[in-house]
T-cell receptor, first 110, second 111 residues
Framework: DSGVTQTPKHLITATGQRVTLRCSPR?????VYWYQQSLDQGLQFLIQ???????AKGNILERFSAQQFPDLHSELNLSSLELGDSALYFC?????????FGSGTRLTVV | QKEVEQDPGPLSVPEGAIVSLNCTYS??????FMWYRQYSRKGPELLMY????GNKEDGRFTAQVDKSSKYISLFIRDSQPSDSATYLC???????????FGGGTRVLVKP
């Protein structure tokens, strides 16, 4: 157990739907990062939050949004889902040395 | 051109051999360099973390960073079948900044 908890582990949904992925960082970590890993793209940075505030944004689609709550857990919202959104979604948290990843949410859009 | 380049492999070696992995990058602002291991699309696991140029050793793993050449390496000594996985290099400009990953190298250690 890395200490970073992601739920759900698997998600199957239809095109056009909306889903929410949840991440709880390691105790004491203030930063949360979201990454997307598809078969042909590798790990792509989506967005970072630090202590509730958006810190950095990557190539995140407008259909995707995220937030970090006062208890530091984060949610990634994916809407108007397309087949191409099928991927593994990882969150990570960081402290002084190293970034720790959760076990991911496998999203399948059918 | 990608910011971080990594040979996708697969790299197949016999058990006990040295595994040699490397990445090249184009962003001279990168200062923190990491190697992750990922089994069957599970969560990446941090193996090595280095700052700036130099070598770092941890058990069977040695990481090298040459910022002048924009080239980093990971060596795995006495490789075991359990080392079979995808190895990802990652780097950032500052502590706490986003990580930029290479595409990963698939390694297969044969008994």
């Amino acid at each position: 157990d890395s200490g970073v908890t992601q739920t759900p582990k698997h998600l199957i949904t239809a095109t056009g739907q909306r889903v929410t992925l949840r991440c709880s960082p390691r105790s004491g970590d203030l930063s949360v990062y979201w990454y997307q890993q598809s078969l042909d793209q590798g790990l792509q940075f989506l967005i970072q939050y630090y202590n509730g505030e958006e810190r950095a944004k990557g190539n995140i689609l407008e259909r995707f949004s995220a937030q970090q709550f006062p208890d530091l857990h984060s949610e990634l919202n994916l809407s108007s889902l397309e087949l191409g959104d099928s991927a593994l979604y990882f969150c990570a948290s960081s402290r002084l040395y190293g970034y720790t990843f959760g076990s991911g949410t496998r999203l399948t859009v059918v | 051109q990608k910011e971080v380049e990594q040979d996708p492999g697969p790299l197949s070696v016999p058990e006990g051999a040295i595994v040699s992995l490397n990445c090249t990058y184009s962003n001279s602002a990168f200062q923190y360099f990491m190697w992750y291991r990922q089994y069957s699309r599970k969560g990446p696991e941090l193996l090595m973390y280095t700052y700036s140029s130099g070598n770092k050793e941890d058990g069977r793993f040695t990481a090298q960073v040459d910022k002048s050449s924009k080239y980093i390496s990971l060596f795995i000594r006495d490789s075991q079948p359990s080392d079979s996985a995808t190895y990802l290099c990652a780097m950032s400009e500052a502590a706490g900044n986003k990580l930029t990953f290479g595409g990963g190298t698939r390694v297969l250690v044969k008994p």
